[in-house]
C-alpha cells in the first residue's frame, strides 16, 4: 500500500503494519555475521513468535474492519490509488492480449482500452476503463473519465468480436463520462445512448464487471451485459456521493457524503439486493490493492464461469435475455392504499 496514502478507517492496521515492519527489523538485527548460534537462535525463534502474533492481530482487524464497511469508506477503497486497473488485470489473467486503438473517426482516446486476448485459455475482446497510475497516466487518460471517441472506440472493436464470433469482457472503472465542451460538441450523450441500443444487440456473450467505481452513463455505456458482476468494494450508481451531496444540500463534505453515499445505495451488496447487478466477486482480505495477483484470479475464475455458461445459449437467447434483464431493472410493486377500519 502506498505509503503517501493512507484511509483514515485504516489507521489501526496502518499502526499494526508498522510494528511488524519494526519487529522484522529487529529480528535481522540480531543475526550476527559469526557466532553465537545457539543464542541467537532463541532471540530470533521469540522476535519471529512476536512478529506471528502481530501478523494474526492484523488480519482480525481486516477482517472486523472490512466486514463492516460504510457505503462511503467502500468509495474510498474503490478509489484507492493502488487499486488494480484494466491494464493490471489485463497483465495479471490475459494472455496473448493485442491492443487496438482509434475509432476511425476523430483519434485514440486513452481513457478506454480495447483489445483481444486470451483469459482462461479463452479468446475474448476486452474492454475497459483505465485511469492512469501517475500523474502524467491520469492526466492522459482524464482520471478514467472517456471521450466519446472512447464509446465508439469500443463499439467498433465489440463488432468485430461479435463478427467473429468472440465473447466481450468489460471492466467498468469510472466516475463518469467527460464532461468536457470538446466531448460535448461531438456527442458524448449520443455515443453513450448508441452503445446502450448496439450492446443490447450484440450476439455473443458480453461479460461486465465494475471493477472500482461504476458512474453514471460512463459507466453505463460499456456495461450493457448478459453478466454483471462488481467486486467487493467497488460501487455502481447514478451519480457519486459528491455530485448527490451537492445538489441535496449545496455542499458536499465529510457529513453530506456520507449521508449521500447511504442514500444512494451504491455498494455491491445493495445493488446485489437491488437485482441492478448478477453477483458480487470477493476480494482478497483488506481489499484488491492489497494483493492484486489474487483479486485477478478471483475475477477470472468468475469470468470464465460466466462464460461457460453463456456458450451453451444461443444468438436468440443472448439478445432476448439481455433486453429482458434491462427492462425488468427498476420494477416495482405498487399497493393501494387501504383505509383504516
Known sequence: MSSFYQLAFEKPIIELEKRIKEAQGAAGAEIPALGGVAETAGATNEVSADVAKLVEEREQTLKKIYKDLSPWNTVRVARHPDRPQTRDYINHMTRDFCELAGDRRFGDDPALVTGFGRIGGRKCLIVGHQKGKTTQEKLACHFGCAHPEGYRKALEKMKKAEKFGLPIVTLVDTPGAYPGL???ERGQAEAIAKNLMEMARIRVPIV???????????????AVGDRVGMLAYSWYSVISPEGCAAILWKEANETTNTAAAEALHLTARDNMKL???DDVIEEPLGGAHRDPTRASELLQDWIVKQLDELEKLSPEELVNGRYERFRK?????????TAPV
Do not use: M, Y
Open 208 to 222: 461486465s464487471i465494475v471493477i472500482g467505481e461504476g458512474g453514471s452513463g460512463g459507466a453505463l455505456g460499456i
Open 329 to 337: 431493472l427498476g420494477e416495482f410493486d405498487e399497493q393501494a392504499e
Open 275 to 277: 437485482q441492478i447487478v
Open 182 to 184: 470538446g466531448a460535448e
